[in-house]
Protein backbone atom coordinates (compact mmCIF):
# COMPACT_ATOMS: atom_id res chain seq x y z
CA UNK A 1 0.00 0.00 0.00
CA UNK A 2 1.58 3.52 -0.45
CA UNK A 3 2.67 5.24 2.88
CA UNK A 4 0.23 7.80 3.73
CA UNK A 5 0.67 11.03 5.64
CA UNK A 6 -0.80 11.29 9.12
CA UNK A 7 -3.73 13.76 7.77
CA UNK A 8 -4.62 10.93 5.49
CA UNK A 9 -4.53 7.88 7.61
CA UNK A 10 -6.48 9.85 10.57
CA UNK A 11 -8.73 10.79 7.87
CA UNK A 12 -9.05 6.95 6.56
CA UNK A 13 -10.18 6.29 10.36
CA UNK A 14 -12.75 8.94 10.50
CA UNK A 15 -13.86 6.60 7.19
CA UNK A 16 -14.00 3.71 8.85
CA UNK A 17 -10.80 2.19 6.73
CA UNK A 18 -9.26 -0.42 8.68
CA UNK A 19 -6.35 -3.08 7.66
CA UNK A 20 -4.64 -6.05 8.89
CA UNK A 21 -1.24 -4.14 8.57
CA UNK A 22 0.27 -1.29 9.53
CA UNK A 23 3.89 0.06 9.76
CA UNK A 24 4.50 3.26 12.19
CA UNK A 25 7.78 4.92 11.54
CA UNK A 26 9.21 7.92 12.99
CA UNK A 27 10.79 9.92 15.82
CA UNK A 28 7.58 11.52 17.05
CA UNK A 29 6.55 8.88 19.67
CA UNK A 30 3.60 10.82 20.82
CA UNK A 31 2.10 11.21 17.31
CA UNK A 32 2.64 7.27 17.04
CA UNK A 33 0.97 6.54 20.24
CA UNK A 34 -2.09 9.14 19.37
CA UNK A 35 -2.32 7.15 16.22
CA UNK A 36 -2.80 3.46 17.94
CA UNK A 37 -4.66 4.65 20.60
CA UNK A 38 -7.25 6.38 18.12
CA UNK A 39 -7.15 3.14 15.90
CA UNK A 40 -7.39 0.65 18.15
CA UNK A 41 -10.80 2.64 19.77
CA UNK A 42 -12.13 2.61 16.19
CA UNK A 43 -11.38 -0.95 15.62
CA UNK A 44 -12.71 -2.20 19.20
CA UNK A 45 -15.69 -0.13 19.41
CA UNK A 46 -17.35 -0.96 22.59
CA UNK A 47 -15.71 -4.45 22.97
CA UNK A 48 -13.35 -5.75 25.65
CA UNK A 49 -9.81 -4.38 25.27
CA UNK A 50 -8.57 -6.95 27.74
CA UNK A 51 -9.39 -9.67 25.88
CA UNK A 52 -8.87 -8.44 22.65
CA UNK A 53 -5.52 -5.53 22.70
CA UNK A 54 -2.41 -6.96 23.55
CA UNK A 55 0.84 -4.57 22.91
CA UNK A 56 4.36 -6.99 22.87
CA UNK A 57 7.89 -5.53 23.04
CA UNK A 58 10.63 -6.95 19.74
CA UNK A 59 13.37 -6.22 22.01
CA UNK A 60 11.79 -9.34 24.19
CA UNK A 61 11.48 -12.58 22.52
CA UNK A 62 8.03 -12.29 22.35
CA UNK A 63 7.89 -12.29 17.95
CA UNK A 64 6.14 -16.29 18.43
CA UNK A 65 3.79 -15.05 21.02
CA UNK A 66 2.29 -11.68 19.21
CA UNK A 67 2.14 -13.46 15.93
CA UNK A 68 0.10 -16.57 18.02
CA UNK A 69 -2.34 -13.77 19.48
CA UNK A 70 -2.71 -12.25 16.26
CA UNK A 71 -3.92 -15.54 14.42
CA UNK A 72 -6.71 -15.94 17.82
CA UNK A 73 -9.73 -14.84 17.06
CA UNK A 74 -11.44 -12.31 19.01
CA UNK A 75 -13.51 -12.62 22.00
CA UNK A 76 -16.93 -11.20 21.95
CA UNK A 77 -15.57 -8.57 19.19
CA UNK A 78 -15.40 -8.63 15.55
CA UNK A 79 -11.43 -7.56 15.57
CA UNK A 80 -8.44 -7.80 17.98
CA UNK A 81 -5.48 -5.23 18.01
CA UNK A 82 -2.18 -6.20 18.49
CA UNK A 83 1.03 -4.11 18.30
CA UNK A 84 4.70 -4.64 17.88
CA UNK A 85 7.11 -2.10 19.39
CA UNK A 86 10.63 -1.84 18.18
CA UNK A 87 10.37 -3.58 14.82
CA UNK A 88 13.51 -2.48 14.37
CA UNK A 89 15.06 -4.48 17.37
CA UNK A 90 14.11 -7.92 15.83
CA UNK A 91 16.54 -10.44 15.30
CA UNK A 92 17.50 -11.48 12.32
CA UNK A 93 16.17 -15.00 12.50
CA UNK A 94 13.22 -13.74 13.30
CA UNK A 95 12.13 -11.34 10.28
CA UNK A 96 11.10 -14.76 8.74
CA UNK A 97 8.93 -15.23 11.15
CA UNK A 98 6.98 -11.58 10.42
CA UNK A 99 7.29 -12.34 6.95
CA UNK A 100 5.59 -15.78 6.78
CA UNK A 101 2.74 -14.00 8.57
CA UNK A 102 2.84 -10.91 6.50
CA UNK A 103 2.38 -13.20 3.59
CA UNK A 104 -1.40 -14.41 4.78
CA UNK A 105 -2.11 -11.96 7.58
CA UNK A 106 -5.28 -12.87 10.12
CA UNK A 107 -8.22 -10.41 8.66
CA UNK A 108 -9.91 -10.27 12.21
CA UNK A 109 -6.52 -9.30 13.73
CA UNK A 110 -4.89 -5.50 12.99
CA UNK A 111 -1.23 -5.97 13.74
CA UNK A 112 0.52 -2.96 14.20
CA UNK A 113 4.10 -2.80 13.92
CA UNK A 114 6.26 0.29 15.34
CA UNK A 115 9.91 0.90 14.26
CA UNK A 116 12.72 3.86 13.44
CA UNK A 117 12.74 5.66 10.39
CA UNK A 118 16.41 4.72 9.59
CA UNK A 119 15.80 1.12 9.50
CA UNK A 120 12.96 1.01 7.33
CA UNK A 121 14.71 -0.91 4.42
CA UNK A 122 15.77 -4.18 7.45
CA UNK A 123 11.89 -4.62 7.28
CA UNK A 124 10.71 -7.88 5.42
CA UNK A 125 9.87 -6.24 1.92
CA UNK A 126 6.00 -7.35 1.82
CA UNK A 127 5.55 -5.39 5.31
CA UNK A 128 6.34 -2.46 3.50
CA UNK A 129 4.20 -3.54 0.44
CA UNK A 130 1.44 -4.79 2.09
CA UNK A 131 1.18 -2.44 5.42
CA UNK A 132 -0.96 1.03 5.77
CA UNK A 133 2.86 2.84 6.12
CA UNK A 134 2.34 5.88 8.06
CA UNK A 135 5.25 8.11 9.14
CA UNK A 136 5.30 9.78 12.33
CA UNK A 137 7.57 12.46 12.57
CA UNK A 138 7.21 16.22 13.93
CA UNK A 139 4.70 17.89 12.91
CA UNK A 140 4.86 21.87 11.26
CA UNK A 141 2.58 24.25 9.45
CA UNK A 142 -0.33 22.58 8.10
CA UNK A 143 -0.13 19.14 8.98
CA UNK A 144 0.31 20.50 12.52
CA UNK A 145 -2.76 22.48 12.26
CA UNK A 146 -4.69 19.27 10.99
CA UNK A 147 -3.92 16.91 13.29
CA UNK A 148 -5.31 19.83 16.21
CA UNK A 149 -8.14 19.75 14.36
CA UNK A 150 -8.22 16.27 14.31
CA UNK A 151 -7.41 16.00 17.97
CA UNK A 152 -10.34 18.64 18.84
CA UNK A 153 -13.18 16.36 16.50
CA UNK A 154 -12.12 13.54 18.51
CA UNK A 155 -13.83 15.78 21.48
CA UNK A 156 -16.89 16.24 19.41
CA UNK A 157 -15.81 20.03 19.36
CA UNK A 158 -14.68 22.16 16.69
CA UNK A 159 -12.40 24.58 16.77
CA UNK A 160 -12.41 27.74 14.23
CA UNK A 161 -8.70 28.37 12.45
CA UNK A 162 -7.70 31.37 14.33
CA UNK A 163 -8.64 29.95 17.39
CA UNK A 164 -6.29 27.27 16.00
CA UNK A 165 -3.89 29.67 15.27
CA UNK A 166 -3.71 31.66 18.33
CA UNK A 167 -3.46 27.85 20.50
CA UNK A 168 -0.11 27.40 18.77
CA UNK A 169 1.14 30.85 18.93
CA UNK A 170 2.30 30.05 22.46
CA UNK A 171 3.60 26.75 22.28
CA UNK A 172 6.42 24.80 20.74
CA UNK A 173 5.80 21.97 18.16
CA UNK A 174 5.11 19.65 21.20
CA UNK A 175 2.47 17.43 20.48
CA UNK A 176 1.92 16.16 24.59
CA UNK A 177 1.79 20.07 25.63
CA UNK A 178 -0.38 20.97 22.73
CA UNK A 179 -2.97 18.36 23.60
CA UNK A 180 -2.80 18.84 27.05
CA UNK A 181 -3.74 22.23 25.96
CA UNK A 182 -6.67 21.37 24.09
CA UNK A 183 -7.73 19.03 26.82
CA UNK A 184 -8.30 22.54 29.21
CA UNK A 185 -9.88 24.39 26.14
CA UNK A 186 -12.65 22.16 25.76
CA UNK A 187 -13.17 21.37 29.40
CA UNK A 188 -13.67 25.21 29.28
CA UNK A 189 -15.71 25.36 26.36
CA UNK A 190 -18.35 22.99 28.19
CA UNK A 191 -21.55 22.28 26.18
CA UNK A 192 -20.72 25.24 23.37
CA UNK A 193 -19.08 22.94 20.62
CA UNK A 194 -17.39 25.15 18.82
CA UNK A 195 -14.46 26.93 19.94
CA UNK A 196 -13.39 30.27 19.01
CA UNK A 197 -10.22 32.48 19.72
CA UNK A 198 -11.67 33.76 22.67
CA UNK A 199 -11.97 30.39 24.33
CA UNK A 200 -8.20 29.84 23.73
CA UNK A 201 -7.36 33.12 24.99
CA UNK A 202 -9.11 33.00 28.02
CA UNK A 203 -7.42 29.71 28.69
CA UNK A 204 -4.47 29.48 27.22
CA UNK A 205 -2.83 32.54 27.17
CA UNK A 206 -3.50 36.10 29.08
CA UNK A 207 -2.34 34.97 32.65
CA UNK A 208 -0.15 32.26 31.59
CA UNK A 209 1.40 35.00 29.24
CA UNK A 210 1.40 37.38 32.55
CA UNK A 211 3.34 34.55 34.84
CA UNK A 212 6.19 34.00 32.52
CA UNK A 213 6.94 37.78 31.87
CA UNK A 214 7.36 37.90 35.81
CA UNK A 215 8.94 35.00 35.97
CA UNK A 216 11.55 35.81 33.18
CA UNK A 217 11.84 39.13 34.90
CA UNK A 218 12.65 37.32 38.49
CA UNK A 219 15.62 35.41 36.60
CA UNK A 220 17.25 38.43 34.89
CA UNK A 221 17.25 40.16 38.40
CA UNK A 222 18.47 36.94 40.22
CA UNK A 223 15.15 37.81 42.69
CA UNK A 224 14.54 33.70 43.59
CA UNK A 225 11.54 34.63 45.72
CA UNK A 226 9.89 36.15 42.68
CA UNK A 227 11.02 33.55 40.95
CA UNK A 228 9.01 31.15 42.67
CA UNK A 229 6.17 32.85 43.40
CA UNK A 230 5.82 33.43 39.68
CA UNK A 231 6.25 29.63 39.14
CA UNK A 232 3.40 28.81 41.92
CA UNK A 233 1.04 31.33 39.84
CA UNK A 234 1.41 29.20 37.02
CA UNK A 235 0.86 25.88 38.70
CA UNK A 236 -2.44 26.96 40.42
CA UNK A 237 -3.68 27.54 36.99
CA UNK A 238 -3.09 23.90 35.96
CA UNK A 239 -0.16 24.11 34.08
CA UNK A 240 2.39 21.15 34.87
CA UNK A 241 6.14 21.98 35.70
CA UNK A 242 7.28 20.24 32.46
CA UNK A 243 5.01 22.88 30.57
CA UNK A 244 6.14 25.87 32.58
CA UNK A 245 9.04 24.70 31.59
CA UNK A 246 9.22 24.44 27.99
CA UNK A 247 7.21 27.59 27.91
CA UNK A 248 10.04 29.36 29.88
CA UNK A 249 12.70 27.90 27.29
CA UNK A 250 11.18 29.26 24.37
CA UNK A 251 10.73 32.51 26.15
CA UNK A 252 14.19 32.88 26.69
CA UNK A 253 15.04 32.34 22.86
CA UNK A 254 12.16 34.94 21.98
CA UNK A 255 13.96 37.32 24.20
CA UNK A 256 17.36 36.50 22.58
CA UNK A 257 15.57 36.45 19.06
CA UNK A 258 14.64 40.17 19.97
CA UNK A 259 18.41 41.14 21.09
CA UNK A 260 19.77 39.97 17.73
CA UNK A 261 16.96 41.94 15.66
CA UNK A 262 17.22 44.79 17.47
CA UNK A 263 21.01 44.91 16.42
CA UNK A 264 19.96 44.56 13.31
CA UNK A 265 18.24 48.00 13.69
CA UNK A 266 15.07 46.23 12.33
CA UNK A 267 11.60 47.84 13.46
CA UNK A 268 8.71 46.45 15.67
CA UNK A 269 5.86 45.41 13.39
CA UNK A 270 8.92 43.60 11.29
CA UNK A 271 10.20 41.70 14.36
CA UNK A 272 6.73 40.47 15.61
CA UNK A 273 6.46 39.40 12.42
CA UNK A 274 9.46 37.34 12.11
CA UNK A 275 9.02 35.32 15.62
CA UNK A 276 5.07 35.14 15.18
CA UNK A 277 4.02 37.05 17.68
CA UNK A 278 1.46 39.88 18.49
CA UNK A 279 2.60 43.31 18.64
CA UNK A 280 1.32 44.29 22.13
CA UNK A 281 3.56 40.64 23.03
CA UNK A 282 6.63 41.69 21.14
CA UNK A 283 6.52 44.75 22.58
CA UNK A 284 7.23 43.47 26.23
CA UNK A 285 9.75 41.38 24.52
CA UNK A 286 11.29 44.28 23.21
CA UNK A 287 11.34 46.14 27.08
CA UNK A 288 12.50 43.15 28.70
CA UNK A 289 15.36 41.96 26.62
CA UNK A 290 16.75 45.82 26.83
CA UNK A 291 16.68 44.61 30.56
CA UNK A 292 18.73 41.52 30.57
CA UNK A 293 22.23 41.90 29.35
CA UNK A 294 23.20 39.04 26.35
CA UNK A 295 25.60 38.02 28.72
CA UNK A 296 23.28 37.40 30.97
CA UNK A 297 20.61 35.68 28.89
CA UNK A 298 23.00 33.31 27.15
CA UNK A 299 23.87 32.13 30.64
CA UNK A 300 20.35 31.67 31.43
CA UNK A 301 19.16 29.80 28.50
CA UNK A 302 22.46 27.77 28.51
CA UNK A 303 21.59 26.63 31.67
CA UNK A 304 18.02 26.02 31.08
CA UNK A 305 19.17 23.67 28.16
CA UNK A 306 21.75 21.63 30.41
CA UNK A 307 18.55 21.49 33.05
CA UNK A 308 16.55 19.87 30.32
CA UNK A 309 18.51 16.79 31.04
CA UNK A 310 17.07 16.85 34.36
CA UNK A 311 13.55 16.42 33.26
CA UNK A 312 14.45 13.64 31.31
CA UNK A 313 16.96 11.28 32.90
CA UNK A 314 15.73 12.19 36.94
CA UNK A 315 12.75 10.08 38.73
CA UNK A 316 11.98 12.83 40.84
CA UNK A 317 8.79 14.49 41.27
CA UNK A 318 8.56 17.28 38.41
CA UNK A 319 7.19 19.59 40.36
CA UNK A 320 10.91 19.71 42.64
CA UNK A 321 12.69 19.21 39.82
CA UNK A 322 11.07 22.64 38.69
CA UNK A 323 12.00 24.19 41.50
CA UNK A 324 15.59 22.84 41.63
CA UNK A 325 15.66 24.29 38.00
CA UNK A 326 14.05 27.53 39.27
CA UNK A 327 16.85 27.70 41.99
CA UNK A 328 20.31 26.80 39.59
CA UNK A 329 19.21 29.86 36.61
CA UNK A 330 18.82 32.17 39.87
CA UNK A 331 22.10 31.48 40.61
CA UNK A 332 23.70 30.81 37.73
CA UNK A 333 26.38 33.62 37.40
Same mark, same amino acid.
Given at each position: ??? %?????????????????????????? !????????? %????????????? /???????????????????????????????????????????? =????? !?? =???????????????????? !??????? &??????????????? +???????????? !???????????????? /??????????????????????????????????????????? =???????????????????? &????????????????????? =?? &??? %?????????????????????? +????????????????????? %?????????????????????????????
Amino acid at each position: MPT %LSISQAFRRLEQDRTDPLYLLFGAET !YLTHNYITQ %LRDRILGNAPQDF /NYDVFAADEGTLTEALGVACTLPMMATHRVVVLQGLHQLRKAEL =SQLEQ !YV =SEPCESTALICTGTERDLKK !YPAQLRD &QAVAIPCNPLEGTAL +REWVHHTVAAQE !YQMTDEAVRALLLEQD /NDLRIIAQEIEKVCTYAGEQREIGIAEVQAVCQASRQLSIFAL =SDALGNKHLPHALTAVEQLL &QQGEAPLLIFSMLVRHLRLLW =SV &QQL %LGQRQELGRIAKTLGVPQPVCR +RLVTQSRQISTVRLRRLYTTA %LEADRTFKTSNKPPQAILEGVIFALCTAH
